[in-house]
């Protein structure tokens, strides 16, 4: 038996069991003991993450229903829905944490989306694929094509993404609606860094209230 007095091996890092850079920011970011609700969820990789690493009290909302199965199956709190057709149920500041990661991009309304993320939540945490990254400029430049490339794999008649955002549009329209940045991580890979970040960052991680 490996075990040892000390306990049982902690869990790695978010990122080296999900593979996910964002997820990594968002496991810093958010605080032991909080409430967290995932909007597009997936199979609840995240969320059971934060509970068992952070004790957090999490649910999340999935539109694919066999992602909530696979969710439900992990012991995670996660229902079916369809994040732009509101989140009214939830009174004011039902969360300490509202999580959008990668998601933000495939809403229909997404203004719509961050305002009620903003409503129930005392944070945001938005997560986005920088359509300002250089590799995608010079794909346009060179090919004059959708851009296919590591965050914008698809075809483009295939894409579930339907809003192509810069970070530069983002601070833009955080200003415009006066929401606080608290913070913003960019990252390329697995490396974090704030220079030229419309040009080199791949993913952006912005922590918002109002």
């Known amino acids: 038996m490996a075990e040892t007095a000390a ?58 229903g066999r992602k909530v199965q696979r969710a439900i199956a992990r012991g995670v709190s996660v229902y079916q829905g369809d994040i732009d057709e509101g989140l009214s149920d939830y009174p004011n500041e039902s969360f300490d944490y509202v999580i959008l990661s990668q998601t933000l991009q495939e809403s229909r309304r997404p203004l719509e989306v961050l305002n009620e993320m903003l409503r129930i939540g005392r944070h945001a945490i938005v997560a986005f694929p920088n359509f300002g990254h250089w590799r995608v400029r010079l794909a346009m430049l060179f090919h004059g094509r959708s851009p296919r490339t590591k965050c914008f794999p ?39 860094g704030t220079f ?15």
């Open 154 to 192: 698809y075809a483009w008649y295939e894409s579930p993404n339907i809003h192509f955002l810069t970070i530069r549009d983002f601070e833009h329209l955080a200003r415009e609606q006066g929401w606080t940045v608290e913070r913003e991580i960019f990252l390329s890979g697995k490396r974090t």
């Open 196 to 210: 030229l970040a419309n040009l080199l960052a791949e993913v952006a991680v912005f922590l918002v209230r109002r």
């Open 7 to 64: 306990g049982p091996k902690r869990k790695p890092f978010v990122r080296d069991i999900l593979g996910r850079s964002d997820y990594a920011i968002i496991s810093e970011v958010v605080e032991p003991d909080s409430r967290v609700l995932d909007l597009g969820c997936g199979e609840g990789e995240l969320l059971e993450w934060l509970a068992q690493n952070k004790s957090v009290e999490g649910r999340g909302i999935e539109l694919d």
